[in-house]
T-cell receptor, first 115, second 112 residues
Framework: AQSVAQPEDQVNVAEGNPLTVKCTYSVSGNPYLFWYVQYPNRGLQFLLKYITGDNLVKGSYGFEAEFNKSQTSFHLKKPSALVSDSALYFCAVRDGGGGADGLTFGKGTHLIIQP | DGGITQSPKYLFRKEGQNVTLSCEQNLNHDAMYWYRQDPGQGLRLIYYSQIVNDFQKGDIAEGYSVSREKKESFPLTVTSAQKNPTAFYLC???????????FGSGTRLTVV
């Protein structure tokens, strides 16, 4: 079985400060890891993914995430937050070793950037 | 432009009615998925389909039905057996191997 935990329901950051949204995962094989962002009443938009290779993954809108195998984590980061980054963020995982049922999502973290 | 289209954007259902949510993609993706989103619960998988004429139940399939007669289309029917259907429904598609999903813009279903 595969699972994802996003331990924070909400993260508050002042504009211009660095931000981190936490994600830990559990899979039996090699993980495929994803971050998505959702704005109100919209679908999810892809930010970045880790399949293999460099542990630091760069994505859209200046976001990046670091894959840490020993800590089974894939935290989302951005050096300088913008008010427009305020949204709901989802981490997702799939077991790269197989399994037909696709991605498993975390419960989401509300990111609030204060001016 | 390639993409995935959900319709309608808003849908209202009376008690005891069945309603069908549309999902169409022109990305030539093999797999399609339906998720339900409720506040604080993230996305929960309802049904998924890896190929035409085949689909599998997800975690919360009770009260829902699907069909996959064409590669491009994966409609979801919310039946009267679903006791709490008010939610935001998201459709997604992916190429074989699920190395990333493309999502539709969602349908908000409300029971009146």
């Amino acid at each position: 079985a595969q699972s994802v935990a996003q331990p924070e329901d909400q993260v508050n950051v002042a504009e211009g400060n660095p931000l981190t949204v936490k994600c830990t995962y559990s899979v039996s094989g090699n993980p495929y890891l994803f971050w998505y962002v959702q704005y109100p009443n919209r679908g999810l938009q892809f930010l970045l993914k880790y399949i293999t290779g460099d542990n630091l993954v760069k994505g859209s809108y200046g976001f990046e995430a670091e894959f840490n195998k020993s800590q089974t984590s894939f935290h989302l980061k951005k050096p300088s937050a913008l008010v427009s980054d305020s949204a709901l963020y989802f981490c997702a995982v799939r077991d790269g070793g197989g399994g037909a049922d696709g991605l498993t999502f975390g419960k989401g973290t509300h990111l609030i950037i204060q001016p | 432009d390639g993409g995935i289209t959900q319709s309608p954007k808003y849908l209202f259902r009376k008690e005891g009615q069945n309603v069908t949510l549309s999902c169409e993609q022109n990305l030539n993706h093999d797999a399609m998925y339906w998720y339900r989103q409720d506040p604080g619960q993230g996305l929960r998988l309802i049904y998924y389909s890896q190929i035409v004429n085949d689909f599998q139940k997800g975690d919360i399939a009770e009260g829902y039905s699907v069909s996959r007669e064409k590669k491009e289309s994966f409609p979801l029917t919310v039946t009267s057996a679903q006791k709490n259907p008010t939610a935001f429904y998201l459709c997604a598609s992916s190429p074989a191997g699920a190395r990333g999903y493309t999502f539709g813009s969602g349908t908000r279903l409300t029971v009146v």
